[in-house]
């Protein structure tokens, strides 16, 4: 008889950095909130000193919502126990504990604020593409804690989509000086409303988009909260029905 197996309901949780798995009591005494940026620190190509926001509506669709379901669905002590038995697992007898967790569960939802330009936006090298905070105090940790599912998330999306405009770039430039420069004399009115109609389709290259610093919580684009609503513009980190190289 065949078994289906099923991703085990604290996935999301587990997908860290052992080490990020206590930074939560490494924060000083007193700490309620936590404010972290996405900030592409360098190029490793010459010419390269922008980088397209691009992936960031993918992790909160993928990881945020899909990934926590399981979590805010199952039962309290069912997450925790399997919560300790994986730390455990990992640095030995769980001197961590389980009561964030189970805070977390009874909460229902991410209390994560994310603010973004908008998707496909160029942003500068050394400008941040986005903003993370905690909305709920007792939740500072949340913030770092899923630095690593983002990266490995959103890493790879943003540099394709900056080389794609990079590949872009020149098969535009080709299309240019291949083309017809200027139509012949002889050629009919017919033939040259082709040829410009032709030429006007090759799009232009996009100009690179000046940023500041505070643009990325004040972009036209609605800033992501963790808890709001599932319109096509924002997402939501509430996985329950009831309310609730360039790295950084």
Not at 90 to 107: K, M, S, T, Y
Not at 225 to 247: L, Q, V, Y
């Amino acid at each position: 008889m065949s078994t289906i197996t099923t991703a085990t309901p604290i996935a999301a949780l587990m997908d860290v950095d052992s080490y990020k798995l206590d930074h939560r009591r490494m924060y000083g005494k007193g700490v309620t909130r936590v404010y972290s940026n996405w900030t592409n620190r360098s190029s490793r190509i010459e010419g390269v000193d922008h980088v397209v926001h691009f992936g960031l509506q993918a992790f909160l669709q993928s990881y945020c919502i899909d990934k926590f379901a399981p979590f805010f669905a199952a039962d309290e002590d069912d997450v925790a126990r399997l919560y300790k038995e994986d730390v455990e697992s990992v640095v030995g007898p769980n001197a961590i504990g389980e009561d964030h967790i189970r805070a977390l569960h009874r909460l229902g939802y991410l209390p994560l604020k994310f603010s973004a330009v908008p998707e496909g936006t160029l942003v500068p090298i050394g400008v941040p593409t986005f903003t993370i905070e905690n909305t709920v105090d007792e939740f500072f940790w949340l913030v770092n804690y899923i630095e690593t599912a983002l990266s490995s998330s959103y890493w790879l999306p943003s540099t394709s989509a900056t080389q794609a405009l990079r590949y872009r770039g020149l098969l535009e430039d080709a299309a240019r000086k291949t083309g017809e420069t200027s139509p012949p004399s002889t050629t009919s009115s017919t033939t040259s409303r082709s040829a410009a109609s032709r030429r006007r389709r090759v799009p232009p290259h996009p100009a690179p988009v000046t940023c500041s610093a505070s643009r990325a919580a004040t972009a036209s684009e609605p800033s992501t909260t963790c808890a709001a609503s599932t319109r096509a513009t924002t997402a939501s980190c509430s996985s329950r029905s009831r309310p609730p190289s360039t790295r950084s």
